[in-house]
C-alpha cells in the first residue's frame, strides 16, 4: 500500500496509525461479529422474539445520538472516540458469565448505545485529520488493510470460536480490540480555532436543519427507506443460518473470509469513486450493489437451500457494508460543512434508530405469520426503492445545475451587449 504520496507529513502518519488500528480492530471483529447472531439463537436458544429485540434495541440506542452528541467536543473528538470505543469493548470482557439470551442481547444494546457517541465523533474526527481532495483515498487504504488483515483472521475466528467457545474468545478479541482504541490516541489532530467552534446538536436545531435543508433532508429520505430494507433482515438473518440452512461456526468464519476479500477490492473502488465523482452518485451505486442482498437470501431461503449460497450473500453484504462505512460518511460530511459535521451524522444515527425500532418489530410479525422468504422480499423492494430515489435526487441536481448555468450564461451576454453599448 502506498502510504507516501499524500500532501503532507501529517497526513502520511495519521494514515498510518489509523492502519495499525484498523488491523487490531480488525481481529477484534473477526471474533465477534459474524458469531454474535449464530451464538444467540444456537448456543442460548434464543428465540426470534430475543433477536428481533436486539435489533430493535440497537435501533432504540440510536435514537438518543442527539442527546448523547452533546457531550462531544468538536473541536477535539479525539477522546471522545477513544474511550467511548475503549468502553464499549471492554463489556466483552463479560462474556463468561453470560449463560442466557437476555444478558448477552443487552450487552450488545449497550455497546450500541455508547457507539451512538463514536459514530458522530468519528466523523468529525475524519473531517480535522483528513482534506477533502484525498479523504476518499486514505479511508479506502486504511479499510484496505482492515480487509487484508480480515482474511486470515476470518479463517481463524471460525475454527478458534468453534473450539475455544465464545466465552475464551470474545475475552479475548476484546483485549484487541481496546489496543486498537489506544493507538488513536497518537493521530495529528489539527488544531481547531475557538472562532469556528462546531454547532451542539439538539432536538430543536436538528428539526430546523432538516426543514432547512432540502437536499439533506431528501437523502435522509432514500436513507430511512433503503435503511428499513436492512434493519428487516438483521432479525432474521440468525434463523435463516440456524435453522433452515444449519451453518457451522467454520463456515461462517469462512464466508467472512470472503467478505473480507471483497472489502479489498471494494474499499478501494469506493474510495475512488468517491474522490473523482459526488459522494451521492458514489452512494447510488452503494445502494444499487446492496439491493442484491435480499435478492440472494430469497433464493436461499425458497430455491437453492445450501449453505455454500451464503458465500454470495456475504460478497454482496460487504459491498453493502464498505460502501456505507465510507461513502455514507463522506456524503454526510460534504453536506454538513466543517462545523456541523457531528450534527449531521447524529441527525442521521437518530433517524436509522427511528426505522430500526420499527422494522425489526414489522420482520418478526411477518416470520411469525408468512415464514422468512416474504421478509427478505419486502426488504429487496425498499431497498431498490432507496436507490431510485438517489438517482431522481441526483438528476434533480444536475437539473438545478443546468438552470444555473444557463442563467450565469445569459447574465454574461447581457452584460457583454451593456458593455458593448457604453462603448
Do not use: K
Amino acid at each position: 500500500m502506498q502510504i507516501v504520496s499524500y500532501s503532507t507529513p501529517e497526513v502520511r502518519r495519521a494514515v498510518r496509525i489509523d492502519v495499525c488500528a484498523a488491523v487490531l480492530s480488525a481481529l477484534f471483529t473477526a471474533l465477534t461479529g459474524p458469531f454474535t447472531g449464530l451464538i444467540l439463537r444456537r448456543d442460548l436458544g434464543a428465540t426470534p422474539f430475543h433477536l428481533s429485540a436486539l435489533a430493535s434495541a440497537n435501533a432504540a440506542c440510536l435514537l438518543m445520538s442527539l442527546a448523547l452528541t452533546r457531550v462531544i467536543d468538536g473541536r477535539r473528538p479525539l477522546a471522545s472516540v477513544v474511550w467511548t470505543t475503549v468502553i464499549a469493548r471492554s463489556l466483552f470482557l463479560l462474556v463468561p458469565f453470560i449463560d442466557s439470551p437476555w444478558p448477552f442481547v443487552s450487552m450488545l444494546a449497550m455497546v450500541t448505545l455508547i457507539g451512538t457517541i463514536t459514530t458522530p465523533a468519528q466523523a468529525a474526527l475524519v473531517q480535522q485529520v483528513y482534506p477533502r481532495e484525498e479523504r476518499g483515498r486514505a479511508l479506502s487504504v486504511i479499510r484496505v488493510a482492515a480487509a487484508i488483515a480480515g482474511i486470515g483472521l476470518a479463517l481463524f475466528a471460525g475454527h478458534f470460536v468453534g473450539w475455544s467457545g465464545y466465552r475464551v474468545a470474545f475475552p479475548f478479541a476484546a483485549v484487541f480490540g481496546i489496543a486498537a482504541a489506544l493507538t488513536l490516541r497518537r493521530l495529528p489532530v489539527p488544531v481547531v480555532g475557538t472562532e469556528v467552534s462546531p454547532e451542539r446538536p439538539s432536538l430543536r436545531l436538528a428539526w430546523a436543519t432538516i426543514r432547512r435543508d432540502s437536499a439533506f433532508r431528501r437523502l435522509l429520505a432514500a436513507s430511512a427507506v433503503f435503511g428499513s430494507g436492512i434493519w428487516m433482515m438483521t432479525p432474521v438473518t440468525p434463523l435463516l443460518q440456524v435453522d433452515v440452512l444449519g451453518v457451522t461456526t467454520a463456515q461462517v468464519g469462512l464466508f467472512a473470509a470472503f467478505a473480507a476479500a471483497t472489502a479489498i477490492v471494494a474499499n478501494l473502488a469506493w474510495g475512488r469513486l468517491a474522490d473523482h465523482h459526488s459522494s451521492l452518485t458514489t452512494l447510488r451505486t452503494v445502494y444499487i450493489c446492496g439491493s442484491l442482498t435480499p435478492i440472494i437470501y430469497y433464493v436461499a431461503c425458497t430455491f437453492v437451500r445450501t449453505p455454500w449460497i451464503l458465500i454470495a450473500a456475504s460478497i454482496s453484504e460487504s459491498l453493502l457494508a464498505t460502501g456505507l462505512d465510507l461513502v455514507w460518511m463522506l456524503a454526510v460530511i460534504d453536506f454538513a460543512g466543517p462545523r456541523r459535521t457531528a450534527q449531521y451524522a447524529a441527525i442521521g444515527a437518530t433517524l436509522a434508530g427511528v426505522r430500526g425500532v420499527i422494522a425489526p418489530l414489522i420482520s418478526a410479525a411477518l416470520v411469525h405469520a408468512v415464514g422468512l422468504a416474504p421478509v427478505y422480499a419486502v426488504a429487496a423492494v425498499l431497498m431498490a426503492t432507496g436507490a431510485l430515489m438517489v438517482t431522481l435526487q441526483i438528476r434533480g441536481i444536475r437539473r438545478e445545475a443546468v438552470v444555473a448555468a444557463r442563467s450565469c450564461a445569459r447574465a454574461g451576454l447581457l452584460r457583454l451587449r451593456e458593455m458593448e453599448l457604453a462603448r
